[in-house]
C-alpha cells in the first residue's frame, strides 16, 4: 500500500553460505567417529594380532567358543593342538583365540640351561 515497489525489489535474495561451513559439520562427525569408533578398533585388533602371533606351547587361552585349554602344539600354518582336559585334544585355528589366560615362560636355550647349571653348581659351593 504506502510501500514503494522500487523498496520492496531492493532487499535481494538472501546470501547463500560458503560451501566450507555447510561441510564443516560432516568434516567434524567424521573425526569424532574415527577418533571414538575407528581408531580404538584398529588398536583392539593389532594387539589382537600380536597375542595370537606371540602364542607358544604352554600358553592357557580361551578360544571364541568359551572353550579354555592350553596349547600343545603350534601348527606352520593357523592351526593349534588345545588340550582341553586330561588326553582331549583339539585342533583350533589360531584366529578363533580369543584371550591368553597364562603365558608360559620361553623356554631356554641349551647353551643358556648348561651355563645357568654352572652358575647354579658355583652358586652352591
Given at each position: 500500500?504506502?510501500?514503494?515497489?522500487?523498496?520492496?525489489?531492493?532487499?535481494?535474495?538472501?546470501?547463500?553460505?560458503?560451501?566450507?561451513?555447510?561441510?564443516?559439520?560432516?568434516?567434524?562427525?567424521?573425526?569424532?567417529?574415527?577418533?571414538?569408533?575407528?581408531?580404538?578398533?584398529?588398536?583392539?585388533?593389532?594387539?589382537h594380532?600380536?597375542?595370537?602371533?606371540?602364542?607358544?606351547?604352554?600358553?592357557?587361552?580361551?578360544?571364541?567358543?568359551?572353550?579354555?585349554?592350553?596349547?600343545?602344539?603350534?601348527?606352520p600354518?593357523?592351526?593349534?593342538?588345545?588340550?582341553?582336559?586330561?588326553?582331549?585334544?583339539?585342533?583350533?585355528?589360531?584366529?578363533?583365540v580369543?584371550?591368553?589366560?597364562?603365558?608360559?615362560?620361553?623356554?631356554?636355550?641349551?647353551?643358556?640351561?648348561?651355563?645357568?647349571?654352572?652358575?647354579?653348581?658355583?652358586?652352591?659351593?
Amino acid at each position: 500500500m504506502f510501500i514503494s515497489t522500487a523498496f520492496a525489489q531492493g532487499a535481494g535474495a538472501p546470501a547463500e553460505p560458503n560451501a566450507l561451513v555447510s561441510l564443516l559439520p560432516l568434516i567434524l562427525i567424521f573425526v569424532v567417529f574415527y577418533f571414538l569408533l575407528i581408531r580404538p578398533q584398529q588398536k583392539k585388533m593389532k594387539e589382537h594380532k600380536a597375542m595370537l602371533e606371540a602364542l607358544r606351547r604352554g600358553d592357557r587361552v580361551v578360544t571364541g567358543g568359551g572353550i579354555v585349554g592350553t596349547v600343545v602344539k603350534v601348527g606352520p600354518d593357523d592351526e593349534l593342538t588345545v588340550e582341553i582336559a586330561e588326553g582331549v585334544r583339539v585342533r583350533v585355528i589360531r584366529g578363533t583365540v580369543s584371550a591368553v589366560l597364562a603365558k608360559t615362560e620361553p623356554a631356554k636355550a641349551k647353551a643358556d640351561s648348561k651355563a645357568d647349571d654352572a652358575a647354579d653348581a658355583a652358586a652352591k659351593k
